[in-house]
């Protein structure tokens, strides 16, 4: 298995511009995560779906952000318009729906806007 | 949600040192998650404890969970360079919800 693949890897954007994160999570995990990463606030959730469906999304920071799980085997997460204090490291994560079984994260996309 | 206080937020130790962190919650954890993440890499999971008491053991890694279940360790003996990066507990909200809480995490430096 590959794993959460995440893409892109490093992203640089113009403040104001649009951005979109991508990732496939393991196939069969039911529960997919998306995380945030800074110095200041640590590892935050964002939101994070079960069967594809929304299930909380109080992490997400303002309608700036969104986020979609069309299918079984993608989410995005995007940024519009964005902002410098947007510049973080987005972690992606699945997990099966079995207990004792822990997250399994994405390389994360390093987000800078400038 | 659910809140856990991790200490310290940094350790250096010369290798060969023991190294230990804690996290500690105000009220009763259902279970606990310990993760690892290497400098400039992702969390990685190493760990659930579920019951109160529970030990376990991975090479040098050792796990606690506490009586009460509101606090839980890690201890790693002989620390080595290989086990420098940043460590982090983490907890679930209640009831049925998935999401996990992570602790600030303690950043382990190991000095050869």
């Known amino acids: 298995d590959a794993g959460v693949i995440q893409s892109p890897r490093h992203e640089v954007t113009e403040m104001g511009q649009e951005v979109t994160l991508r990732c496939k999570p393991i196939s069969g995990h039911d529960y997919l995560f998306w995380y945030r990463q800074t110095m200041m606030r640590g590892l935050e959730l964002l939101i994070y779906f079960n069967n594809n469906v929304p299930i909380d999304d109080s992490g997400m920071p303002e309608d700036r952000f969104s986020a979609k799980m069309p299918n079984a085997s993608f989410s995005t997460l995007k940024i519009q318009p964005s902002e410098p204090r947007d510049s973080a490291v987005y972690f992606c994560a699945s997990r099966t729906g079995a207990s004792g079984y822990g997250y399994t994260f994405g390389s994360g996309t390093r987000l800078t806007v400038v | 949600g659910q809140q856990v206080m991790q200490i310290p937020q940094y350790q250096h130790v010369q290798e060969g040192e023991d190294f230990t962190t804690y996290c500690n919650s105000s009220?009763?954890?259902?279970?606990i998650q310990w993760y690892k993440q290497r400098p400039g890499g992702h969390p990685v999971f190493l760990i659930q404890l579920v019951k109160s008491g529970e030990v376990k053991k991975q090479k040098r890694l050792t796990f606690q969970f506490g009586e009460a279940k509101k606090n839980s360790s890690l201890h790693i003996t002989a620390t080595q360079t290989t086990d420098v990066g940043t460590y982090f507990c983490a907890v679930t909200s209640s009831g049925s919800a998935r999401q996990l809480t992570f602790g600030s995490g303690t950043q382990l430096t190991v000095l050869p």
């Open positions: 009220t009763t954890l259902s279970n």
